[in-house]
């Protein structure tokens, strides 16, 4: 058999991934941009390459033995962004997943292990790939190993071979090691002779051979100005040239045979994919489910006809639906478990029985369920009104451990020791086979989950008590379960022939801006085809290539950016994309999931995703719908009152989260900035600048304004440079200058950082806990990554908290004052409801004054409300 080993720059790879995709974010907010290009470059190469043998090479630190020749080696360097740094972790529980090796050895760097591994496989008959984004590694290409060099993004690959190399430069791969002593590598500080950049050595190599012989003719080089150059810098030349060079002699503790690529766990993917929210990965891996036999068996008691003598006046409850959406699931049965034993009925049993609905509506029977909110909602499906909820052990399980997000049953109660639920995936199949099995199958299987909400309901009560998370429970998440089962069952009315009309007129857009296209272009071609849009733009108009991928020339949204200033057809070209998706994800998207009977949208709120508390919604994601461009912003004219005599009034927290910080932090400036109503980003920037307030332009502003929102979510020097797009110093000095100005937040940041390594968690003004097992990592990277964490989170947290206290207040009041408005939404910080015009001035005064008033801080809270016909007009 052929042996081929593939050896990857770690490092190199992982810094390309980062700053060839946008940052992302999973759930618990890692990021985890270069995560995700590093799987895709890995994927790619175990699929195109098929290596036997493997190996990861990392840096194992800052100094090496180039540092004792040169201190400066490296010393340009920016240090590394924390967004990065944090994501290190993760790629190598990813190649430990995969059964990938991975090596570092102090006092070396990555290039001189894999240096030394690719001679080692040379001599042993392996064929030898090599996988960077550092040319300097070029100078290893032979007759049996190939450098492929990452270019402009992450899975385009150079591929460099002695015969490549001889084309591009006219030089052997041994030369790119007199090249870089020639010319230097300002990305590794090395020197090199001034003056002399890639053209000019290339020209002296291809005359002279090598440095040493070059610098042993330097008369017979042409140019006096070149020669002193040479002469005056030739121990530059040497030195660069020794720092350049790949050591091939590391001394490894392993040998190239043992690096054998054998098999990998997919139950370890699958779950680091899913921690990681890789979600379109996850879809291609086949995930092992759980064997079906191994579990105790619940015992229970089939019961056809309910009467008075199965209840007791406190039951667990259990209500299974099989589909995913339960707003459309039918019943596939009860279970119930307290006092008198556990019992499963069949759906038509209980639905039909007068005793059933007669329990079910009873406020003083109290019930322990699973997911209040899903329970009600399928209940009310069969005109039964479900009421006494106590106790949720999803919401509870939630509440003790929000990092975690279990996806069924069996797996929240696996979070508290209990084994005796099946996965449903065991019991009702996967995905399209998902289907009820016949009865005797499931009825065991629905009554084990009865009977463990009636064994933890007691354990989580007492763990929520030691919490002090009772409250929390009580009177904000279950209430708010409620409250949130009201606003599915609503929807929200959906104009559904503005939705088809918006539509039309965006197509109209489209043909539009397809005619100016192509008079610019000057022909007419597939604008969706990226290899005849390549051909316009770079064989047709001339514009300079910036990215290359195997097809021809990339026509990405950040390759099309760049190009934008250099020809006007480019930004017609990206309008025409915007335009396009906005029709076909947000307008046929949205008539997709418009109730046939109700012809209202009735969207899903998520009460137990977010790590913040933080409420998101799906089917469809209401929050999503974007607001920047004004095409987008038009969408929200679909959603419209039920009737011509109401309104859509939405209302929003102004700064809540700077308000939030304000409070926590206990800063002098920051509360009496808010307790004058001054500008907040205004008043930072002129403290930040040392200026007037008056002196504050609208550039000064801008900077302030995302630094306080930086704050927040715990930027960095580079997420601010980044968003701001200043140099990573200039961001530095301004975080500096900003934590200088606000003494409290900086001692606030210290304080909460100090009390959650004490600790192990953080907690909101409301008693929201979230974990973070990484801020006493002893890995660098990711006990900063905590730190941040446990910064932002009681900010965040809590506004998340004063947002759902405010919805069930408000709800609270309607129900007080008998009015007919409805809480229809929340977006992040906006409530959104709908009022009859006859209730418009009583609503002016009750939502701001409930919202306002929904905790007490040190600053006021602040609401802006508007409203108008749709919820467009009410913004």
Known sequence: MNKKIVLIDGNSVAYRAFFALPLLNNNKG??????????????????????????????????????????????????????????????????????????????????????????????????????????DLTQLASDATTVCITKKGITDIEEYTPAHIDEKYGLTPAQIIDMKGLMGDSSDNIPGVPGVGEKTAIKLLKQFDSVEKLLSSIDEVSGKKLQEKLREHRHLAEMSKELAAILREVPLDFTVDSLEYKERDNEKIYELFKELGFNSLLEKLDHPVEEAAIHEKTSYELVT????????????????????????????????????????????????????????????????????????????????????????????????????????????????????????EVVYGKGAKRKLPEQEQYAEHIASKAAVIEKLKAICLKEMEENQQLELFYELELPLALILADMEWEGVQVDVNRLKEMGEELKGRLADIEQTIYALAGT???????????????????????????????????????????????????????????????????????????????????????????????????????????????????????????????????????????????????????????????????????????????????????VNFGIVYGISDYGLSQSLGITRKEAATFIERYLQSYPGVKEYMDTVVREAKEKGFVTTLLQRRRYIPEITSRNFNLRGFGERTAMNTPIQGSAADIIKKAMIAAVEKLEKEKLKSKLLLQVHDELIFEVPKSEIETMKRLVPEVMEQAVKLKVPLKVDYSYGPTWYDAK
């Open 30 to 135: 890692v990021h985890t941009n270069a995560v995700y290009g590093f799987t895709m470059m890995l994927l790619k190469v175990l699929e195109e390459e098929k290596p036997t043998h493997l190996l990861v090479a990392f840096d194992a630190g800052k100094t090496t033995f180039r540092h004792k020749t040169y201190g400066e080696y490296k010393g340009g360097r920016q240090k590394t962004p924390p967004e990065l740094s944090e994501q290190f972790p993760y790629i190598r529980e990813l190649l430990k997943a995969y059964g990938i090796a991975q090596y570092e050895l102090e006092n070396y760097e990555a290039d001189d292990i894999i240096g030394t591994l690719s001679q080692q496989a040379e001599e042993h008959g392996f064929e030898v790939k090599i996988y960077s984004g550092d040319k």
């Open 305 to 424: 006809e309910w009467n008075e003598e199965l209840f007791t006046d406190d039951s667990s409850f259990y209500l299974e639906m099989i589909a995913e959406n339960y707003h459309h699931a039918p019943i596939a049965g009860f279970a119930l478990s307290g006092g008198n034993g556990t019992y499963f009925i069949p759906a038509e049993a209980a639905v039909q029985s007068a005793v059933f609905k007669e329990w079910a509506e009873d406020e003083t029977k109290r019930k322990s369920v699973y997911d209040a909110k899903r329970t009600v909602i399928g209940l009310r499906r069969y005109g039964i009104e479900l009421k006494g909820i106590d106790f949720d052990i999803w919401l509870a399980s939630y509440l003790l451990n929000p990092s975690e997000s279990p996806e069924d049953f069996a797996a929240v109660a696996k979070l508290h020791g209990v084994s005796s639920v099946q996965p449903d």
């Open 524 to 706: 007419e071609f597939n604008i969706n085809s990226p290899k005849q849009l390549g051909t316009i733009l770079f064989d047709k108009l001339g514009l300079p290539p910036i990215k290359k991928t195997k097809t021809g020339y990339s026509t990405s949204a950040d390759v099309l950016e760049k190009l934008a200033p250099s020809h006007e057809v480019v930004e017609h070209i990206l309008n025409y994309r915007q335009i396009g998706k906005l029709q076909s994800t947000y307008i046929e998207g949205l008539l997709k999931v418009v109730d046939p009977e109700t012809h209202k949208i009735h969207t899903r709120f998520n009460q137990a995703l977010t790590q913040t508390g933080r409420l998101s919604s799906a089917e469809p994601n209401l929050q999503n719908i974007p607001i920047r461009l004004e095409e987008g912003r038009k969408i929200r004219q679909a959603f419209v009152p039920e009737d011509d005599d109401s309104v859509i009034f939405a209302a929003d927290y102004s700064q809540i989260e700077l308000r939030v910080l304000a409070h926590i932090a206990d800063d002098e400036k920051l509360i009496e900035a808010f307790l004058h109503d001054l500008d907040i980003h205004t008043a930072t920037a002129a403290d930040v600048f040392h200026v007037k307030q008056d002196e504050v332009d609208s550039n000064m502003r801008r900077q302030a304004k995302a």
